[in-house]
């Protein structure tokens, strides 16, 4: 059974910091695509960060420089460390996963087949 599980969000005042968690199970995780998408009221779903199997990351422009995806294999476990947050980041956060081969350009979320329930982050000035 696939689960993907989200963890630590929050509430953080602008310029602070969080780390969200994914845990992993039920399909060979090293060998997908990890990505962390985010959607905020009454706007679209938008993938912020992805990562491939071999490590190599991707970014959008939004959160360039300020946000971090890793992944550590033993412990099945995506993380996402967001720094310098801003109100605009409040959102759901999302992970996602699945056996794709990205080819540059937005993180497209209907290649995602496997998400988890999310969880809310909320960044106040």
């Known amino acids: 059974q696939v689960q993907l599980v989200e963890s630590g969000g929050g509430s953080v005042q602008a310029g602070g910091s969080l780390t969200l968690a994914c845990k992993v199970s039920?399909?060979?995780?090293?060998?997908?695509?990890m990505a962390w998408f985010r959607q905020a009221p009454g706007k679209e779903r938008e993938g912020i960060a992805g990562?491939?199997?071999?490590?190599?990351?991707t970014y959008a422009n939004s959160v360039k420089g300020r946000f971090t995806i890793s992944k550590d294999n033993a412990k099945n476990t995506l993380y996402l460390q967001m720094n310098s947050l801003k109100p605009e980041d409040t959102a759901m956060y999302y992970c996602?996963?699945?056996?794709?081969?990205?080819?540059?350009?937005?993180?497209?979320?209907?290649?995602?087949?496997?998400w988890g329930q999310g969880t809310q982050v909320t960044v106040s000035s």
């Open positions: 996602a996963a699945d056996l794709l081969r990205y080819n540059g350009g937005p993180l497209d979320e209907s290649r995602f087949g496997y």
């Open positions: 039920g399909f060979p995780y090293s060998r997908y695509y």
């Open positions: 990562v491939e199997g071999d490590g190599t990351t």
